[in-house]
């Protein structure tokens, strides 16, 4: 492996060159520096080409995928290749990681070690989510991206939790690695991390494809909100040494589901698998479900493994779902008493929470003061998850009044207390009440 | 055999080294109906995802002959090789390391692996004889489910680096044999670095099993470059999944994965020490 030094020039394959900064980070393939080029500080990924089996492909992929370009924003893509120095080692350069985005890894481990340049010593700083919204608008970016993805005729191949970065504050997401992106069906080398890797693909029966891509994705989704691992049940941690062999039997061979419903074996052990048993205990039914599917009948047939789309609807619902209570207490629905059908009471104060029922879904969502719902949950035509259509607020003139504001860019009606509907337009807002019913076009609510 | 400076782990019942990977008591727990406020239910409140855990242990000649220069490159560079190792492990596996000495006596530097966040390097003196077969045999009392290697997850196998300078001056085979009936070594990562002309790399393939992971330094360079690249590879390959060799085309069995990841080991430690030679065999008129 022919490693870089610091200064060193790297010549680019359309002229100019890069030079090298510092290191930012070494990996299977081979390292990352940091590097000036243009006036503009990037990224350069330098492969360790002993390492990889098809030197050739892969870098002829990595040119198709800089001529394809990303499948959207969220995707830190390769934007340049260098030149081959004579042994044939290349890299390509990317966009920096922007500030403000947390790695995947240091979620999970809820801290990153930042280390003190003068001592050396390792401090650690608490990463987490500032709020059950950001969490979940997470959950449904990185589903998004895999869709894009997806739709684009490609797959990630070796999707694991280095593959992520995330801005705890808003959910954000941008997915990086991206040079072992690959035209489904087609495969440059890469098998995938073990744990985040397809049965099939772990047993050596499968190369990396959008199927194992879906199961990949799911245990990402499983490791986000569970915060541990889908397969590691006391049938893992008997074996106490997790070896090679021990590796194919439990995520190959023999993997089995932590919460399979007709095999108990491999339940999670509280001391070590704490956080799995707790939000096994609040996450709603339809989530669970989709995450026993994806495990149990999806481990032997890919076919059945859940579809982005799928994933992306069941989290659209769990995010219209949460409650944020004025006494501090922060849940999904579920976690709430429900005196009768339309209402949902707070199981610490007895706050009760009004909710609005949708003509196109069997699900209520509660009302909450800030609470709000998306283009997508409006117009049946729309997958536009981020763009906020409707708000409860409070009335700026009238303290203590509550009602629906239509931040959206289309005309509402709204019926209101002397049974006729009045036109809302954008900007407009309308008080709710007991008898309230909203005409969003297609899309009918009510209270 | 003693251990002045070693104190005792309060558990350490199994003394034979035979650790057959007996498993933690494990207590399965069926989730009881609960009304939602009879326990933590806060969605964004977890602890860190369980990690897997990776003992590094280091095992040093001290003897006499690595007085001197030999033994303040090695202590130089065992300094300057903490921080690169923690970059290797702070991911999804929590590294500790042990270093154990032997000379006329053996010696733990730490009575108990150290999470590698929070070690620091002591430095070493030289001085005595070399009493491998009474470092392996110690190795082998403590690479042990109740003594070092007490994680109540699951671990991966330990890494295993031993660095001399000479010939064994006990009967290195004794302690060797007990060594290799310890399960932890027997899928443990073997590494071996042999440092001057005493050193015999024969010896040291029967400890790792193969002489792909034997190294050896001539030179004070050299001695830096094979430990840090012995000890960072088998770090990165130790704390890790396996990575599969996916072009088989066929369904892998348990024997194809056996010892794998030494194998892999082997290799890169080959590759990489292979280009360094390389560079400093390069002849003074050349490539300019």
Redesign the interface.
Known sequence: MVELEIGQEVEMEYGGSAKVLSVIGSGGQGTVYLVRFNGMKWALKWYDIDKMKKPKEFRKNLQNNINDGPPSNKFLWPKYLTKETEDGTFGYIMDLKPEGFDSFVDILNTYKLEIDPLTGHAVKRPVKFNSLNAMVTAVINIVNAFRQLHRAGKSYQDLNDGGFFINVNTGAVLVCDCDNIAPDGSNFGIGGKPGYMAPEVVRGIAQPNVQTDKYSLAVVLFKLLFRGDPMEGEKVVKDVCLTESSELKHYGQNAVFVYDPNDASNRPVRGIHDNVIKFWRIYPDYIKDAFIRSFTTGISEPTKRIIENEWQKLFIRLRSEIIMCGCGRTNFSSMFVQPNPKTFKCPKCGMEFASLGFSDRDYRMPLYLGCRFYECEISPDSDDFTKVAGELVENKLKPGVLGIKNCSERQWKAKMPDGAFYDIAPGKGFPIWQGLEIDFGVIKAQI | MSNENMTEPVVNENTSGLDD????A??????AA????D??????S???????SLVIFFLIDTSGSMKGKKMGELNTVMEEL??EI??VG???TEVKVAVLTFSTEVRWMYSTPIAI?DFEWARLRASGVTSMGAAFKELSLRMS?NSYLNS??????PVIFLMTDGYPSDDYREGLKELQSN??YK?GLKAALGIGDEANDDVLAEFTGSKDTVVHAYSGTQLAQMIKIIAVTSAQIGS?????????????G?E??????QKLLGQQIQ??VS?KVEDNDVPFDTGW
Do not use: Y
């Open positions: 990977f007996e498993p933690a494990a207590e399965n727990t069926a989730p609960a009304s939602a406020l326990f933590d239910d806060d969605p964004l977890a602890t860190g995802v369980s990690r897997k903490i921080p923690r970059r702070e991911a999804d966040e489910r109540p997850s699951l671990s991966f196998a399960s932890w899928f890790k999944s396996m990575t599969l060799s996916d072009d088989s085309g066929h369904e892998l348990e194809d994965v056996f010892s794998a990841k590759e990489l280009n």
